[in-house]
């Protein structure tokens, strides 16, 4: 499937991308000891507010269901989406296109 849309080599880190805006962004937030800058909901307001048309966020389901991100702005947003907004990576590797 073609959908035409223009593409980048561009990698930024939430600071970095600060006062910058994209039609389709794709962030990773996966960690394994702490949360990083979830915990600071200025900065993950930057993340979640630079696309213009549409977001996908790639993460797992161990890392959400820690209690200190569920209490953050980003679980917050992911408690309220609810379990149909997840994907799963074998849905996506099977040619899952929502």
């Keep these: ?9 561009k990698v930024f880190n939430v600071d970095s991308f600060q006062g ?37 966020i790639c993460t797992s389901r161990a890392f959400m269901s820690r209690p200190q991100v569920s209490c953050t702005l980003f679980g917050r947003l992911a408690a309220s989406l609810g379990p149909d907004a997840w994907i799963e990576r074998r849905a996506l590797l099977n040619g899952y296109l929502p």
């Design 1 to 9: 499937m073609n959908e035409n849309l223009s593409w980048e080599n």
């Design 20 to 56: 910058n805006e994209g039609d389709h962004i794709i962030v990773s937030v996966v960690r394994s000891n702490n949360i990083g800058f979830l915990q600071n909901e200025r900065r993950t307001n930057v993340m979640l507010t630079r696309c213009k048309q549409s977001m996908i």
